[in-house]
């Protein structure tokens, strides 16, 4: 995932997010808005760490995003298939 396709995707990363970073507040997260250099200040502020760290581990929480999702069409969330009754 880069820069803008954080942003366009915001609401559904903000839960990837929460998970990765639970000290990270709705606040914070309504502040962050989907950009990565707010995101790293946050993370850098919130745990103590210094700013090579926080961007080391927002870069690898991007990367590791995007492999996951590759998969799936571009701003569209997969369901899981459903099973037929019977």
Known sequence: MNTDQLQGKWK??????????GKLTDDDLDVI????????????????????EAQKQVDEWM?????QHAHEPAGIE?????????
């Not at 559904?12 to 970073?21: D, L, N, V």
């Not at 997969?78 to 019977?86: N, S, V």
Request: hydrophobic share 25%; charged share 40%; no cysteine.
């Open 33 to 52: 808005d989907g950009r990565r250099d707010h995101l790293i200040g946050h993370v850098q502020e919130r745990y103590g760490i210094a700013k090579e």
């Open 12 to 21: 559904q990363a903000k839960g990837s997010i929460k998970e990765r970073w």
């Open 78 to 86: 997969q369901e899981p298939p459903k099973r037929k009754a019977g």
């Open 63 to 67: 990367h590791s995003d995007a492999t």
